[in-house]
């Protein structure tokens, strides 16, 4: 698909994870030029507007279903949608910049990396034993579905902003080295947006 095809602009800030899983869902679908110059994700297709990057990556697998971001197994479907689903409501929200730089003025400073740290780490005790008898080359088996846009930019952020120790999810910490090999993840990493600001540990 041709980038000309599309009148697709994302809004999204650099460091959000949320944005960064739209990124790796409009490169995976092949969007090689996209606009990113807001804070949240907010994709703009034409006359529409869709918010939220679960919704935004839904949008897009309707609109453009190859690859295909589902698997056709229900069993595959339901995992995938569970862990995303932990990413989204469990981990993300509780490792937010407003909800961390509350903490931070309410408790202390001090108090910022362990809270974020012990989220995570409960999050990820979730999805270790969900994914440990599913999980392939990525998550659910060895091809790149909904599950993987939500957990590898939660791991790679996990690991290098928050310094999460990863001994006791082996599952996932392989699963990180995949993410690490694709050029549709490594395109979408903070770092490599053109509003970055190169500081990670804010």
């Not at 595959?76 to 993300?92: D, G, L, P, W, Y």
Request: glycine letters at 4%.
């Amino acid at each position: 698909m041709e980038a000309t095809e599309s009148k697709l602009k994302l809004y999204s800030h650099w460091i959000s994870s949320c944005s960064f899983r739209v990124r790796f869902a409009l490169n995976l679908k092949e969007f090689l030029k996209l606009n990113p110059i807001g804070f949240v994700p907010v994709l703009v297709d034409g006359d529409s507007v869709i918010a939220d990057s679960f919704a935004i990556i839904m949008y897009l697998e309707d609109k453009y279903p190859h690859p295909p971001l589902l698997p056709h197994d229900i069993l595959k479907r339901a995992i995938n949608f569970q862990a995303a689903t932990i990413v989204s409501s469990s981990i993300q929200p509780f490792q937010n910049y407003t909800v961390v730089k509350y903490i931070e003025e309410k408790i202390g400073p001090d108090e910022k990396l362990p809270w974020t740290q012990r989220v995570i780490g409960k999050g990820f005790t979730a999805l270790e034993k969900l994914l440990k008898k599913h999980a392939g080359r990525y998550a659910t088996g060895d091809e790149i579905f909904l599950a993987d846009l939500f957990l590898a930019p939660q791991l790679d952020t996990a690991i290098r902003r928050f310094s999460v120790e990863m001994k006791e999810f082996p599952t996932l910490s392989r699963l990180h080295e995949a993410y690490n090999e694709i050029p549709e993840f490594r395109e979408a990493l903070p770092e490599n947006q053109p509003d970055a600001v190169h500081e990670l540990n804010q």
